[in-house]
């Protein structure tokens, strides 16, 4: 136990600020581009419905994530600091790339509830300015219908919907591990993991209308997830790891 631990903390220290630094970035771009309105020069006059129909919503999602894809180099170095370390712990392969694929879960859903957190507080912000609405949970909800990127991060009428968010989370997640272990071992690996950050992308930004599309983006989520597994499972059993 002692030694998961220690790559528990090995991966969380060499990832912390990036981390930090990607949420950073995150809530600096989103909130630059949903106070970036001509209309605010003459005050809070609009519904928040009609300030956000049609609004740009999410590049600070897309811009938060994408440092996120340089920790899927950390330890793929067979000569660096990392790679020694692990191997001095004597830790299997196939346990590394578990504990790693736990963080890099974590922090995706991290950054998702945190990008969810900031558009409802930069909602209730504008209400609270508002001249129009009085600060009411329902006026954001139904504002948040009214915009594709923000419809699809806040599903909250439609669980299969919150389904296939999860499903790509996870998907991401599982995906951006494998590479590494495979790196270290000398051997080269698609884990899929560039395909499900466009899928993500697609998916958020476009107003999909049919529950097919999603069930669609779902098991393209945990196929690729799924075939990232079984390559860390064989590449472990081939070395012993």
Not at 29 to 39: G, H, K, P, R
Not at 85 to 105: D, G, M, N, S, Y
Not at 131 to 141: C, E, K, M, N, R
Request: charged residues 15%; aromatic residues 14%; proline residues 2%.
């Amino acid at each position: 136990m002692k030694k998961d631990l220690s790559v528990i903390i090995l991966i969380v220290r060499n990832s912390f600020w990036w981390v930090i630094g990607s949420i950073l970035l995150m809530l600096a771009t989103e909130s630059f581009f949903f106070f970036m309105d001509i209309n605010l020069v003459h005050g809070y006059v609009k519904s928040l419905g009609d300030f956000v129909d049609g609004k740009t919503i999410g590049l600070g999602l897309l811009f938060g994530t994408f440092p996120l894809m340089v920790l899927t180099s950390f330890g793929s170095d067979t000569n660096g600091k990392e790679s020694y370390v692990l191997r001095r712990l004597c830790i299997p392969e196939r346990k590394v790339w578990f504990w790693q694929a736990i963080v890099h879960t974590g922090y995706y859903f991290l950054i998702y509830f945190v990008e969810a957190w900031l558009v409802i507080s930069l909602c209730r912000y504008y209400l609270v300015h508002n001249s129009v609405q009085p600060v009411d949970h329902q006026t954001i909800w139904m504002a948040i219908t009214r915009n594709t990127f923000l419809s699809n991060l806040l599903p909250l009428q439609n669980p299969f919907r919150i389904l296939r968010n999860l499903s790509l989370l996870l998907g991401i997640g599982l995906t951006s591990a494998p590479g590494i272990m495979t790196n270290r071992l000398g051997k080269s690996a698609y884990s899929g993991l560039q395909l499900l950050h466009l899928l993500a992308l697609l998916v958020f930004m476009i107003n999909i209308k049919v529950w097919q599309l999603d069930l669609l983006v779902m098991i393209i989520s945990l196929v690729l997830a799924g075939y990232s597994v079984y390559g860390v499972w064989k590449a472990g059993e081939k070395h012993g790891s």
